[in-house]
């Protein structure tokens, strides 16, 4: 069973950086894919980007890739997002979530584990 708690989400003006942090407890954190979603207001969860147990791939939804960077520390079992160039559109709970499946995983259904979410909101 692993516990994720998020962090770091706030609000921020247009054009600024947040950065997200994921703490996963309860399991061996390296063999678990790690992905970030989020669901904004009126709208379905939505997939952001993935990383694979080592943290040697990546890969990003089109909407935040070359703003987004997903990184993870399998030493201190964290996985961060970095959110630069924010736009209005990014405002929504954003999710940690984890996998024992391998590879890079862009599908909701195909992580157990779900974080309680943290809001970061976009002012324009």
């Known amino acids: 069973q692993v516990q994720l708690v998020e962090s770091g989400g706030g609000l921020v003006q247009a054009g600024g950086s947040l950065r997200l942090s994921c703490a996963a407890s309860?399991?061996?954190?390296?063999?678990?894919?790690m992905g970030w979603f989020r669901q904004g207001p009126g709208k379905e969860r939505e997939f952001v980007g993935t990383i694979n147990g080592s943290g040697g791939g990546t890969y990003y939804a089109n909407s935040v890739k070359g703003r987004f960077t997903i990184s993870r520390d399998n030493a201190k079992n964290t996985v961060d997002l970095q959110m630069n160039s924010l736009k209005p559109d990014d405002t929504a709970v954003y999710y940690c979530?984890?996998?024992?499946?391998?590879?890079?995983?862009?599908?909701?259904?195909?992580?157990?584990?779900w974080g309680q979410g943290t809001q970061v909101t976009v002012s324009s």
């Open positions: 979530a984890a996998s024992r499946l391998s590879g890079l995983i862009a599908l909701a259904g195909l992580y157990s584990y």
């Open positions: 309860g399991g061996t954190f390296s063999m678990y894919v």
